[in-house]
């Protein structure tokens, strides 16, 4: 399997459930992007890893935990939501941090996956 | 700081119409620009990117000149299909503070 896979695809929770949210990327990258795109509103850059360390926490509320394992490995997880967190949920990778000195960095996404917030 | 502005949509035109999406920028040093789109119930996919001054990316049928003097990188394609609807972004990266940034997107319907 090439690019990026996000799983699941679609996502349906109550507030008070826990849930998961994956990411793999087989493209040999070593910066890993949570985004957040809502209707009608810019996407919003969630979380940055780069070589597994985290670099970026773009003021998210404590109720997204993100957790990178490995460089090729992304978790979402998610607990006491709000419905207002209904969003489409994007994964993206791309060559190390370290690579946008040379301009050539380029973000590659997942499909995403859908979250409802019920 | 760094941003980029992209029309309002959504735009709708007609089979083999000519198409021009305005996009512009502001950056703090030299950066890389780039055109995503997104088709219905997918993720952001590159479409063309150019990664300095007089640069011109492209890709089907699609380009876009990168402009230091307008800071621009305008969307433009001769003859759109409908298969081209869908949401286009324009989006920078910036080399001092490693980051992306994204226009909020314009919405293309092509109609036979």
């Known amino acids: 399997e090439t690019g990026v896979t996000q799983t699941p695809r679609h996502l349906v929770m109550g507030m008070t459930n826990k849930k998961s949210l994956k990411c793999e990327q087989h493209l040999g990258h070593n910066a890993m992007y949570w985004y957040k795109q809502s209707a009608k509103k810019p996407l919003e850059l969630m979380f940055v890893y780069n070589f597994k360390e985290q670099t970026e926490n773009n003021s998210v509320p404590s109720r997204f935990s993100p957790e990178c394992p490995n460089s090729s490995h992304l978790f979402l997880h998610l607990h006491t939501l709000q419905p207002e967190d209904s969003a489409l949920y994007l994964c993206a990778s791309s060559q190390g941090l370290s690579e946008f000195l040379s301009g050539a960095n380029v973000l590659t996404f997942g499909a995403g996956s859908r979250l409802t917030v019920l | 700081g760094n941003s980029v502005t992209q029309m309002e949509g959504p735009v709708t035109l007609s089979e083999e119409a000519f198409l021009t999406i305005n996009c512009t920028y502001t950056?703090?040093?030299?950066?890389?620009l780039f055109w995503y789109v997104q088709y219905p119930g997918e993720g952001l996919q590159l479409l063309l990117k150019a990664t300095k001054a007089d640069d011109k990316g492209s890709n089907k049928g699609f380009e876009a000149t990168y402009r230091k003097e307008t800071t621009s990188f305008h969307l433009e394609k001769g003859s759109v299909q409908v298969s081209d609807s869908a949401v286009y972004f324009c989006a920078l990266s910036d080399r001092n503070f490693n980051k992306f940034y994204f226009g909020s997107g314009t919405k293309l319907n092509v109609k036979p």
């Open positions: 950056a703090t040093g030299y950066p890389s």
